[in-house]
């Protein structure tokens, strides 16, 4: 069986195999013998050359998030478009767009339709769970439009902001 | 004694108070709004009821509704747990007027300390040592301007009716003074209420030091030693810890006795926090009493091995204190980790949404003070806090080792939180070597997170697609057989409901 990932916007393509004892999964040139006991539907017990681990797993909208060594680390799966946006890490949209990560409240929009921006200027002031937080510009360049008010609710992912980056 | 005590509150600190009512026989009564019918204090409480919609002002800090509540269920006293009304004279003063017994200060007590600028006015009067800083609380930017060059830069900027953080800015200039006094101004009027806001010095390179205090309607108190919390993100604390290793027996009793002082000049009942900054040459500034149940409560309660919760009931309900300062000592080590829902690698952004998963940590010395569950939704509505996870320990050096631990097996999938942060955070070697000052995160945790080592990254990429290859909701091993044989499939034929 063959799978493919994504870190960060990279793609990884694994194979899993069996293998002697247990399984081994490969990854381009790299093979990685293990056996593995499934502990429930999130928690599973693996042997990775007799290291012992314990690996919890969730699955949501193609979004795996993995629990290893005391890290999590967010895999993505393949070829699936709108993975869940406000359950990760995920940037700041396009370039030239400005949004939020969190559904909030627009406290106060700080810049108007064609004005000059810098980079890291705070343009938006969204509330989210009682914190006020500076949203800022990505890069230098000018506003193009705003699409919100202040008071305004709005959700992850949706353009307050359109700019034209400078070159 | 009370019969029954309602908890206006919600999560972990609900639970909290819930348990403690439950071991003293007392009934708990939840209230809840509609988005919150299935959170855990809810389930934790022998009765709940519904108090309004998701936000706050209709429910959590709808007094109206909490009291008629109150009313209705037969409760004697209400527990106001911390955040929400904890710090809302009036709401202990509408509590004294219904007959309701508050469980924390008197409203007078607590409409003093609570406004900053009043209680410098009460402390200095009998020579407790203060930072410099405004005289008076102001919603007039010019006039906080002015005060800010008489101060001299950098201030402190601080919602005069507030705490955690909120509405806290520093300010370097004059025109970072200006943004900060606009946003401060409003974050306080929306999470306070009031507007009004002052300026103090701010004190470079210090360490956050605290002393619990227990006093009673008799007119006795005990201070419970020190809790230190210098590792903070926003002004606000993430890892606590008692005792403190920059003090001394000297310096300790030194700063009980003024504690207790404060306790004394403010007339303050019940349990509450003072809060001091300690500068680099051990000299001490008192900050502001904390009326209320501190979030860090439980690194006290291991150490001094008292139950904070338990007192605070007892003393509301008339008991004379049971403790002489002199029978009490401090005894090993604890510390606390505070777990958010949050991005630590995005300026601790809040992360909404469903916990698909978690698993919580166990272990000798290890308690997890916990608000949620597996399948638990976080809003956004409000505070992001999950859980706190303290550890307890003979020694600071093991009681470290035993958080890291604790943190490394602490899996919570699906939203962000900062236990990798908090973890590599206790894990640090100047966290080690007890060099905790309030910049610790700024200075030490810049470059987080530590990039992803290949192998790790190979291993979680196999179990991903192992995961992926496994069918759900069936035990199975990877040689392909059941490795745990069903019940159904081994002893034959069962007799369902026979007899």
Known sequence: MEYEFLLNGTAYSIKLEKAKSG??????????????????????????????????????????FVHINGRVIRLDKAGLENNNFAAGGDVFGAKDEVSTLMPGKIVKILVGEGDKVTLNQTLVIVESMKMENKIVSPTDGEIKSIHFSDGDLVEPGQPIIILIPAD | MFKKILIANRGEIAVRVMKACRELGIKSVAVYSTIDRTALHVQSADEAVCIGEAPPSESYLNIDSIIETAKKTGADAIHPGYGFLAENHLFAERCEKEGI?????????????????????????????????????????????????????????????????????????????????ESGMREAKSAFGDPSVYLEKYIEKPRHVEFQVLADNHGDAVHLFERECSIQRRHQKIVEESPSVALDDDLRRRMGETALKVVEVSGYTNAGTVEFLLDENKKFYFLEVNARLQVEHPVTELVVGIDL??????????????????????????????????????????????????????GPGIRHDCGVYSGSEVSVYYDPILSKL?????????????????LA??????????????????????????????????KNMSDWPPETKIDHLNRALTSAALFSSLPKTRISSSDGKSSIPSPWESLGAWEIAGG
């Open chain 2, 409 to 442: 097996n602490f899996p919570i999938l699906g939203i962000k939180t900062d236990i990798e942060f908090l973890k590599d955070t206790v894990n640090h070697p100047e966290f080690i070597a007890g060099n905790t000052f309030t910049n610790f995160i700024e």
């Open chain 2, 390 to 406: 303290i550890a307890y320990a003979p020694t600071r050096e093991i009681c470290c080792q035993r958080m890291a631990a604790a």
């Open chain 2, 101 to 181: 017994v508050f469980i924390g200060p008197t409203s007078r007590s607590m409409k003093l300390v609570g406004d900053k600028v009043a209680s410098r006015a009460v402390t200095e009067n009998v020579g407790i040592p203060l930072i410099p800083g405004m005289k008076h609380k102001s919603t007039d930017p010019d006039e906080c301007l002015t005060a800010a060059k008489k101060i001299g830069y950098p201030v402190l900027l601080k919602a005069s009716a507030g705490g955690g953080g909120k509405g806290m800015h520093v300010a370097r200039n004059k025109e970072e003074l200006k943004e900060a006094i």
């Open chain 1, 23 to 64: 399984h081994k999964a490969v990854l381009g040139k790299i093979e990685i013998p293990f056996a593995s006991s499934q502990i429930s539907d999130n928690e599973y017990s693996i042997m990775f050359d007799g290291e012992s681990k314990s690996v919890y797993i969730a699955e949501t909208n193609g979004a795996l």
């Open chain 2, 309 to 362: 919760v338990h007192a605070q009931i007892r003393i509301a309900a008339g008991e004379k204190l049971w403790l002489k300062q002199e029978q009490l000592s401090q005894r090993g080590h604890a510390i606390e980790c505070r777990i958010y829902a949050e991005d630590p690698e995005n300026n601790f952004l809040p992360s909404a949404g469903k916990i698909l998963y978690m698993k919580e940590p166990t």
